[in-house]
């Protein structure tokens, strides 16, 4: 083999291994490359990790009162030389209160019967003015239970007859209905919190099956189903319906449940047997609070504890009176002044994501004060809280005095155990 092949197979050689060479590089160039780009991507470009949703918090602020009640007295007092029927000063210093509230409720124990039901009249038939439930809308009293024992007093056409009323006056209520397709019950949002609320009073004994007695007197078949009502009697009726009424509310979203029942012993100071029993298995259904109602006196509070350690309740076996005739000078069967005496018992809820706590509970003595005022008898609801700022005279500011004492010593003890239960500021 010559000089010339030999160096032209070496020139062959080189070029064969420059290539390959030129073939390597470029690929840990483009390696390289990549891992730069990589390296050196816009954050933007990346897929940006979602913010954390931030949990929102709502309150909702409810306020309970007693019975409102209109005796023969308190007709005429309210009514002017025109002839009509002013109720305004019945809440006239209670309204400041209402109006740091979402929800105000009152027991409303008259009926609205009109004039086809026969004159206005105080017990044991009441029949009140409708411009009585112009005072309570205007006072901020936006809500009122409306089942008890005088729901029937101006018969069938009264009971239909109050529905309508405070339907068209834009008054919410529950307990009665004006017919069977309108609910007994309600679940009402205040501030993105679902509250479901129920109202049943007791019935009496009487001779007839299948039909209601209220006040010792049967009611139209056509009302059975016109009032939500229990029977002692038949009890485990009463908690088949209340559990049932308790699912349809959850099914409908209520996050915390409330009962108010008309029910044990008039002017009585302490809870009975069927209202401990009764109070017990609607906290073993998981009611959160339950609020009583016909007494005329106040009751003392009570924590609950259900037999499944599972439910807490807290019960106000009593309201007491939010406004009545029932004075004590006149008060053979209760002389002690209890039935002037009532409160306003409050409660704050708190939802913080989707859990619904009870935040604060409390409670405001109230009593009712007669006087004399442009030729007639006026009644005024007086929350006790400051009662040097109403000027009473010696005679009132006395009166007064002994009805928050009364009251406190009825629920001091068992509401500073609720608050002291759910953690919050103890009071009275």
């Known amino acids: ?212 007695f209220l006040n010792g007197s049967i009611i139209a078949e056509e009302a059975n189903d016109l009032i939500s009502s229990f029977s002692y009697n038949r009890i485990e009726e009463f908690y088949h319906e209340a559990d049932r009424t308790i699912k349809d509310m959850e099914n409908q979203g209520a996050e915390f449940i409330v009962f108010y029942i008309h029910w044990g012993e008039e002017y009585q100071l302490s809870a009975n047997t069927w209202q401990k029993s009764i109070a017990q298995k609607l906290s073993n259904l998981g009611v959160d609070i339950i609020i009583g109602s016909h007494p005329h006196v106040v009751q003392p509070i009570e924590l609950i504890h259900s037999e499944d350690g599972e439910n807490t309740t807290v019960c106000l076996y009593s309201t007491g009176n939010a406004v009545s005739n029932q004075r004590q000078e006149i008060m053979d069967s209760c002389p002690t002044g209890h039935t002037e005496d009532g409160l306003f018992f409050t409660y704050s809820l708190r939802k913080y994501g989707e859990e619904v706590t009870l935040e604060s509970i409390d409670i405001i003595p109230t009593w009712v004060n007669k006087y004399l005022e442009n030729g007639g008898y006026k009644y005024t609801i007086y929350p006790l809280d400051n009662i040097e700022k109403y000027g009473f005279n010696a005679t009132a500011l006395s009166k007064a005095q002994k009805s928050l004492e009364r009251t406190k010593q009825l629920v001091k003890s068992g509401l500073n155990e609720c608050q002291k239960h759910i953690g919050c500021e103890e009071t009275l």
């Not at 019975?67 to 305004?88: C, R």
């Not at 008890?148 to 009971?159: A, E, K, W």
């Open 1 to 212: 083999m010559g000089y010339r092949t030999r160096r032209r197979k070496a020139i062959i050689r080189r070029r064969i291994f420059l290539s390959l060479c030129s073939v390597i590089l470029v690929a840990v160039i483009g390696i390289a490359s990549l891992v730069i780009f990589s390296l050196s991507k816009p954050e933007e470009e990346k897929t940006p990790t979602p913010p954390k949703e931030e949990i929102k918090e709502s309150y909702a602020k409810v306020l309970s009162t007693g019975d409102i009640m209109v005796h023969t007295p308190q007709l005429y007092g309210a009514k002017n030389q025109n002839g009509e029927y002013d109720f305004s000063h019945f809440f006239k210093e209670a309204k400041a209160y209402f109006k740091n509230y979402d929800l105000n409720v009152a027991n409303l124990e008259v009926t609205f019967g009109g004039v086809e039901s026969g004159k206005f009249d105080g017990y044991p038939k009441f029949n009140t003015p409708d411009t009585l439930a112009d005072a309570i809308k205007n006072s901020g009293l936006n809500f009122l239970i409306t089942s008890n024992n005088h729901s029937y007093d101006t018969g069938l056409y009264g009971l239909k007859r109050t529905a309508k009323i405070l339907g068209d006056k834009g008054i919410e209520f529950i307990g009665t209905r004006e017919t069977a397709e309108k609910p007994l019950y309600t679940v009402k949002e205040i501030n993105n919190i679902k509250i479901g609320m129920a109202n049943f009073t007791y019935e009496t004994s009487g001779s007839t099956p299948g039909r209601k």
